[in-house]
C-alpha cells in the first residue's frame, strides 16, 4: 500500500491508478470544462434556444436557481424565459421537487455522452 500512489513503473504494475481515477474524474466535473460541454450540449440540440446555456450555466454555479430568476439570468422578456425554463425541465436538464420551486441542474441520459464523455461504455 505504500507504493500506491506512487508513478507506474510500466502499464502492468497498478501503481498511479488512484491518481489516473481522480485526475480524470476531476476533468470531467471541472467548471469550465463541464460549462464548455453544456455549451456544446445546447448547440447540437434542435429545440433548445442558445440561452438555455445561461440556465444551466447559473445552475451549475450556483446549484439551484429561482424560477422568477430566469429572466434576469436568460437575458429574455418574462414569458420567453419561463417557456426556456419549462423546456429545461421537460428535457430533464433542470429539475425540481416542486412545481413552483427552485430548479437544480440535472444530467439525464441522454446528455451522458455529451457531458461526460468516455464515463459511460455504450453496451
Keep these: 500500500m505504500d507504493l500506491a500512489d506512487s508513478p507506474r513503473q510500466d502499464d502492468l504494475d ?19 470544462n463541464l460549462s464548455r460541454r453544456l455549451r456544446i450540449f445546447v448547440g447540437h440540440h434542435s429545440t433548445l434556444k442558445s440561452e438555455a ?8 454555479i450556483r446549484g439551484q436557481i429561482e424560477r422568477g430568476e430566469a429572466s434576469r439570468i436568460s437575458g429574455l422578456p418574462e414569458r420567453s424565459a419561463r417557456r426556456l425554463l419549462n423546456e429545461c425541465v421537460a428535457e430533464g436538464l433542470l429539475a425540481s421537487p416542486t ?5 437544480s441542474l440535472q ?17
Excluded: C, N, W
Aim: hydrophobic share 45%; glycine share 6%.
Design 14 to 32: 497498478g501503481r498511479g491508478v488512484a491518481i489516473d481515477q481522480v485526475e480524470f474524474m476531476s476533468s470531467l466535473f471541472d467548471l469550465e
Design 53 to 60: 446555456v445561461r440556465l444551466l450555466e447559473e445552475a451549475l
Design 99 to 103: 412545481p413552483k420551486g427552485p430548479v
Design 107 to 123: 444530467f439525464p441520459a441522454h446528455s451522458l455522452e455529451t457531458l461526460f464523455p468516455r464515463l459511460y461504455s455504450h453496451a
